[in-house]
């Protein structure tokens, strides 16, 4: 069973910078779509971004397309966002997951595994 532990929270300016990494261990991370998904507080989950297994194909929720980029290196079994001209907005918890489904979903449902999620928070 795959396990994924994200790294590389903490608290940033807004317009500033932070990457967040998700490190998997055990199995199936080459084979697996990954997502990162974020919850502020009294919200619902929300779809931040995802990339599939290959890296080829990437997701952007409207609100973070043109500041954040997702990526990996599956030789690494780790995925990256790099979150830029970050705001206010953008402060949660920060969660990756993965999926071994074919299709690059949106939708926190479709993930099997997640990461314990760690903190973003952005001071205007």
């Known amino acids: 069973q795959m396990q994924l532990v994200e790294s590389g929270g903490g608290l940033a300016q807004a317009g500033g910078s932070l990457s967040l990494s998700c490190t998997a261990s055990?199995?199936?991370?080459?084979?697996?779509?990954l997502g990162w998904f974020r919850q502020a507080p009294g919200k619902e989950r929300e779809f931040v971004s995802a990339i599939s297994w290959s890296g080829a194909y990437t997701e952007y929720a409207d609100s973070v397309k043109g500041r954040f980029t997702i990526s990996r290196d599956n030789a690494k079994n780790t995925a990256y966002l790099q979150m830029n001209r970050l705001k206010p907005e953008d402060t949660g918890v920060y969660y990756c997951?993965?999926?071994?489904?074919?299709?690059?979903?949106?939708?926190?449902?479709?993930?099997?595994?997640w990461g314990q999620g760690i903190q973003v928070t952005v001071s205007s």
């Open positions: 055990g199995r199936f991370f080459s084979i697996s779509n």
């Open positions: 997951a993965a999926d071994k489904r074919v299709r690059l979903s949106t939708s926190a449902y479709e993930y099997d595994v």
